[in-house]
């Protein structure tokens, strides 16, 4: 008896002839969004202009115009992207120079700026009051060395680094320095408004408790 012949099993795997584009393809288990048969057909199809059109070259063709599509889609993506990144980089900058642009006024060359005419001249509201510009300066000292050195410094040295501050040789040093004064005033100014809310909080509910205790 004859031995039957085996005929190999479809696997529903769609093999993409070697080509130029081919790199631009997922590999491994990412192979996905391939066309389907049917689709590839249309494809052909449309291509075919007589019946001696070989359907193997019609295909063939039909799977490079696919896969050069979908390149030009993936670097039209991929150029979007960039785009985005560029527009998002000019930005930045350009945010940076207005900053900078809106700080220069503080400081335009009058050099060098001493601590003192530092502080009076970025919190104008204190400049008649010398307890309080020191107040919030040395705050301002305690924060930079917590950040420098990574824990709370000590009073002592608070008043040592305050002592020592050196007069800014240069304008850009000081404006640098001034956009880090701003940001930190304004949110020691929320955090100290907070604490003085929960303080006065606390207070009334002291007096509210002690109140209802003498009603009794």
Request: hydrophobic share 35%; with cysteine; proline share 5%.
């Amino acid at each position: 008896m004859k031995k039957p012949k085996l005929t190999a099993k479809p696997t529903g795997q769609q093999v993409v002839k070697s080509s130029k584009y081919t790199d631009v393809l997922p590999t491994g288990s990412q192979a996905v969004g391939l066309p389907t048969t049917g689709e590839l057909a249309m494809i052909a199809g449309t291509l075919a202009r007589n019946l001696n059109d070989t359907p193997g070259a019609l295909i063939n063709t039909a799977m490079e115009l696919w896969l050069s599509a979908r390149e030009k889609i993936f670097t039209a993506n991929l150029m979007d992207e960039i785009w985005d990144q560029n527009c998002e980089f000019k930005r930045k900058e350009e945010a940076y120079h207005i900053l900078m642009e809106e700080n220069r006024h503080f400081f335009p060359g009058e050099e060098p700026i001493t601590r003192d005419v530092f502080f009076r001249t970025l919190l104008p509201k204190y400049k008649n009051r010398a307890d309080k510009l020191a107040q919030i300066a040395k705050a301002f000292v305690r924060e930079t060395l917590r950040e420098k050195n990574g824990k709370q410094p000590s009073q002592e040295d608070i008043n040592d680094a305050f002592g020592k501050w050196k007069p800014f040789e240069e304008a850009y040093q000081a404006n640098n320095m001034a956009d880090h004064l701003q940001q930190w005033h304004e949110r020691h100014i929320k955090e100290s408004r907070r604490a003085a809310g929960l303080k006065s909080a606390a207070k009334k509910a002291v007096i509210t408790t002690n109140q209802a205790l003498r009603s009794k």
